[in-house]
């Protein structure tokens, strides 16, 4: 097992100036950083790269679809857009020296047709991830997409979904993530959907019911913890929060509140909390 903090806590794009977070996070005890991708260019991510090495660390990362590079649009233009960004964005990864690209790029965030997806998306989605996966395999990079709870999307929404989805492209690079905060919503039995889904996850966001400090809410931690060890899951644990600091990414996630005291307390609290929940379901 491997942890990691997504840096989606403090910033969407990754820069020079977030670099003395690297010392805080390997002082910390982490394993990696969980990288955003919504712009730049390979040298950008070269000097990124640069800088974990400095620190030891290893990366993931994450990216999502827009309404304007969309895999599930009826416009193929749009479609076409949407595989264009994920080559670059698994091309951004194997330059990060990233094992895994993370997120919901099957459909654009908080954008919904007023039903569920229609068998014409889902056609499309297969098309344009398997091409996706492709290009993944060249990069010696995993595909691990993600589901949302359906206050944030309408096209992959439970566990169930994202394992026929994962079923229906059935490429060797393409599979899926669980995400603690989205499986609180959506699912009725943590256990028995983790049992059900191991065999299409590569990768684990730790994520509190309010987005907030893992360990302060109500996720069946005990639970979750006890049955990704029996699953026999020995991939990243990446610690997922968001806080009001940037105005857009708060409006995207819903977070209209302080949901902790400080940054700091979610990565040091969260990971202590993280490292004990996974030494104790060991027992």
């Not at 699912?187 to 302060?216: C, L, M, Q, Y």
Request: hydrophobic share 40%; with cysteine; aromatic share 10%.
């Amino acid at each position: 097992m491997k942890t990691g903090m997504n840096l989606l806590l403090w910033t969407t794009h990754v820069t020079q100036e977030h670099f003395p977070l690297f010392a805080k996070l390997k002082q910390a005890g982490f394993d990696g950083v969980e990288i955003p991708l919504f712009a730049g260019d390979a040298s950008h991510y070269k000097s990124i790269r640069k800088e974990l090495d400095n620190h030891g660390l290893g990366c993931t990362t994450v990216c999502c679809a827009t309404p304007a590079a969309n895999p599930i649009s009826p416009d193929p233009g749009l479609r076409q857009a949407g595989l264009d960004h994920l080559k670059w964005a698994i091309e951004m990864t194997a330059v990060l020296g990233g094992e895994i690209l993370a997120g919901p790029y099957h459909s654009p965030l908080g954008v919904f047709s007023g039903s569920g997806p229609n068998a014409n998306e889902k056609k499309w989605a297969v098309e344009i991830l398997r091409q996706a996966a492709e290009e993944a395999q060249k990069a010696q990079v995993m595909l691990a997409i993600e589901y949302l709870n359906r206050f944030e999307c309408y096209f992959l929404t439970t566990a169930a979904d994202a394992r026929a989805l994962v079923k229906a492209v059935d490429h060797p690079n393409f599979s899926s993530m669980w995400d603690t905060f989205h499986a609180n919503i959506e699912e009725k039995n943590i256990g028995e959907t983790i049992r059900r889904f191991a065999d299409s996850f590569i990768h684990v966001h730790i994520s509190e019911n309010d987005r907030g400090t893992p360990g302060t809410g109500h996720v069946s931690w005990d639970e979750t913890f006890q049955t990704l060890r029996q699953v026999g899951y020995d991939g990243w644990l990446v610690i997922e929060a968001f806080g009001r600091a940037l105005p857009d990414l708060a409006a995207a996630t819903k977070v209209w509140r302080d949901l902790f005291p400080s940054p700091e307390e979610v990565y040091t609290q969260g990971l202590r909390f993280m490292k004990e929940k996974w030494a104790a379901a060991a027992r």
